[in-house]
């Protein structure tokens, strides 16, 4: 930290030097860097804890109002501007840009974070969020306003996947509600097979004042968590009301029993050996002491071929589902109607992957830092593939 800026840091008799050191060797996931994001990130970025940004957007001059760029910051990616602006607070705050949709992030990319910390506007990205948070075991603290603007209300919750009665976000909604949340801001018709866009969301027109209101109480609970002193804060949830009657209540969250959304963390993570499939299957069958069963992957499918409901033909191209640009799903007669896959799994079987070992992971799309499964009986390993030469944070997980 800057020569003199830990002073009054230290007098502070709530942190002090042994905090500040457990503060600076941790890491937080931001998801969402807008409104509220603005108001979050510099408080981390002062104390030094290390971020990772993640927004797909870019800024527009719609933003200069509410979410606290400057003009110079208009047409760049919003993660990387507010990158630039915790540097200036603090250039030795570790921090690194997420320029995506969580929808399409590795699944292990935010592994190595302490604590996740969202502000989201939809219900669809809240739902990934809860997952990615229950399969890494991090614990989730998300805030919430009342875009409209109408009124001054929002919402703080913890989330606390390491607790065996932790509620999650999916927790409220039966299985009819949560294929509607599915299906919220993706316009008429089904979802393509080949790509989880990303649900459009009305603009934001809550204050920066109070999203700074409900930011903070999100800041604190997650300084709580960090600081190793936020044991009792799962399944809890703030209710900020602000105006005429300004108020402060904290209500529980119950954990449903029957959510389909609980399941055990992927824990151990291991980095895979090796770009390809044939690497980690060998590495894989090594650490498991005998034949795989296959593989598993996680928010996303392969597809080993495509054919033409046009036409007939077919094209042997073994992709993940999301990985498919446009042009690759234009089959050569020219028809309207986009190719479809004719293999469409979440698994492959010992002989699938066999069939498959000299493929590449960057090669089929698969993203960086994501996760594979593999399986042996009821025994499940977890490897990171396509991890990049570097990465920021701590790493959490163990080497091959």
Request: glycine fraction near 10%.
């Amino acid at each position: 930290m800057r020569a003199g800026a830990e002073a009054r840091l230290l007098e502070n008799p709530t942190l002090g030097p042994v905090a500040l050191d457990r503060l600076q060797g941790s890491w937080a996931g931001v998801i969402g860097a807008g409104t509220l994001g603005a108001q979050l990130i510099p408080h981390f970025g002062l104390l030094q804890v290390g971020l990772s940004i993640v927004d797909a957007g870019r800024v527009e001059s719609e933003n200069l109002g509410t979410q606290a760029f400057n003009s110079e910051s208009v047409g760049r990616w919003k993660a990387e501007a507010r990158a630039h602006q915790v540097a200036a607070l603090n250039p030795d705050c570790a921090v690194r840009a997420l320029n995506q949709p969580i929808e399409r992030l590795g699944l292990a990319a935010l592994a190595d974070c302490d604590v996740l910390l969202t502000g989201l506007d939809s219900r669809v990205s809240r739902l990934r969020v809860s997952e990615i948070a229950r399969e890494l075991g991090i614990v989730w603290i998300d805030a919430a306003l009342d875009g409209s603007g109408a009124q001054l209300f929002g919402t703080v919750s913890v989330y606390d996947p390491r607790h065996p009665d932790a509620a999650c976000a999916a927790c409220p909604y039966d299985p009819e509600e949560l294929a509607r949340i599915a299906s919220e801001g993706r316009g008429p018709g089904c979802p393509s097979w080949r790509d989880p866009d990303v649900p459009l969301t009305a603009p934001t027109l809550q204050t920066s004042a109070f999203a700074a209101v409900v930011a903070g109480h999100q800041a604190i609970w997650a300084l709580q968590v960090l600081l190793g002193r936020g044991g009792e804060l799962g399944n809890q949830r703030l209710l900020i009301e602000a105006g005429g009657s300004s108020r402060v209540r904290c209500v529980r969250l119950e954990r449903n029993p029957s959510c389909p959304s609980h399941q055990l963390p992927l824990t151990p993570l291991r980095l895979a050996a090796g770009e390809r499939i044939g690497d980690l299957l060998r590495h894989a069958e090594r650490d498991l002491g005998g034949e795989a069963d296959g593989l598993v992957f996680h928010h996303r499918s392969i597809v080993r071929g495509l054919w033409c409901p046009d036409c007939g033909a077919r094209r042997d191209r073994v992709r993940m589902n999301d990985a498919y640009t446009d042009a690759e799903i234009r089959c050569d007669c020219g028809a309207p109607t986009p190719m479809e896959p004719s293999d469409l799994k979440d698994r492959l079987s010992r002989s699938e992957a066999a069939e498959l070992a000299h493929a590449r992971w960057d090669e089929i799309g698969v993203p960086e830092t994501d996760v594979v499964s593999v399986t042996r009986g009821e025994r499940r390993a977890h490897y990171i593939v396509n991890r990049p030469a570097t990465s920021g944070g701590g790493a959490r997980w163990e080497a091959p």
